[in-house]
T-cell receptor, first 112, second 112 residues
Framework: DTAVSQTPKYLVTQMGNDKSIKCEQN?????MYWYKQDSKKFLKIMFS???????INETVPNRFSPKSPDKAHLNLHINSLELGDSAVYFC???????????FGSGTRLTVV | EDKVVQSPLSLVVHEGDTVTLNCSYE??????LLWYKQEKKAPTFLFML????IEKKSGRLSSILDKKELFSILNITATQTGDSAVYLC????????????FGAGTRLFVKA
C-alpha cells in the first residue's frame, strides 16, 4: 500500500505542451509539497500546502499551478513546458509540526 | 540567503570502512536538521536533530549536531554495499517544516 503515490512516473513531452502530475497520500498527513530535483541532485521546494491552503510558493514561474482538491491530493499542472523544466519532481507529505517528509517515488519529466 | 552545504560531494570506500559525511548550514531561525538517504528513487528519512551534542543512532548510522558551529555529521560504520546512495542533509529554517532547504547531497559508493 503506497504511502505517497505520484503519476506518471515518467513523462516525455515537447516544448510548449501542457502537462499534469498527480499526487496522492494515504498517511492522513495535513501538509503536502512539491519539490524539484535537478540533474545535480539539488532538491528545491516549489510549493507547500497545509490543509489545502497554499503556504509556500517559492518564486516558481506562473506556468506552474498547483491544485489541492483535498488534504490527500496535490496536483501540479505545468503550462507551456520549457527545456529547463526537465527534472525529477517529487511530491511529499508530512504533518505540520513534525518533521521528516515521506516522499513519493518521483516523476521524471523530460522536455524535448 | 539560507543555504546548506555538504561535503564531500562524492566518496568511494570499501566495505567495512567507516565514513563521515559533513553538513554545514547558514539559516535564519534554525529549527531542525534532517538527514535523508536517496537510493534510486525517493529520499527516505533517517534522522532529525534539534539539540546540540545529542547523538541520534540507528544501527550502524549515527548523527550529531553542533548548533554553535552550525554543522552536523553523519557517520556510517562497517559500511556495506547497500549503503551506497546519495545522503541528503536538510534544514528547516523555522517555517514549521513548510520549507525545508536541502543540500546538494553526498554520493557514497561502497565497493565490495
Amino acid at each position: 500500500d503506497t504511502a505517497v503515490s505520484q503519476t506518471p512516473k515518467y513523462l516525455v513531452t515537447q516544448m510548449g505542451n501542457d502537462k499534469s502530475i498527480k499526487c496522492e497520500q494515504n498517511l492522513g498527513h495535513d501538509t503536502m509539497y512539491w519539490y524539484k530535483q535537478d540533474s545535480k541532485k539539488f532538491l528545491k521546494i516549489m510549493f507547500s500546502y497545509n490543509n489545502k491552503e497554499l503556504i509556500i510558493n517559492e518564486t516558481v514561474p506562473n506556468r506552474f499551478s498547483p491544485k489541492s482538491p483535498d488534504k490527500a491530493h496535490l496536483n501540479l499542472h505545468i503550462n507551456s513546458l520549457e527545456l529547463g523544466d526537465s527534472a525529477v519532481y517529487f511530491c511529499a507529505s508530512s504533518n505540520q509540526g513534525t518533521y521528516g517528509y515521506t516522499f513519493g517515488s518521483g516523476t521524471r519529466l523530460t522536455v524535448v | 540567503e539560507d543555504k546548506v552545504v555538504q561535503s564531500p560531494l562524492s566518496l568511494v570506500v570499501h566495505e567495512g570502512d567507516t565514513v563521515t559525511l559533513n553538513c554545514s548550514y547558514e539559516v535564519t531561525n534554525f529549527r531542525s536538521l534532517l538527514w535523508y538517504k536517496q537510493e534510486k528513487k525517493a529520499p527516505t528519512f533517517l534522522f532529525m536533530l534539534t539539540s546540540s551534542g545529542i547523538e541520534k543512532k540507528s544501527g550502524r548510522l549515527s548523527s550529531i549536531l553542533d548548533k554553535k558551529e552550525l554543522f552536523s555529521i553523519l557517520n556510517i560504520t562497517a559500511t556495506q554495499t547497500g549503503d551506497s546512495a546519495v545522503y541528503l542533509c536538510a534544514v528547516d529554517p523555522n517555517t514549521g517544516g513548510f520549507k525545508t532547504i536541502f543540500g546538494a547531497g553526498t554520493r557514497l559508493f561502497v565497493k565490495a
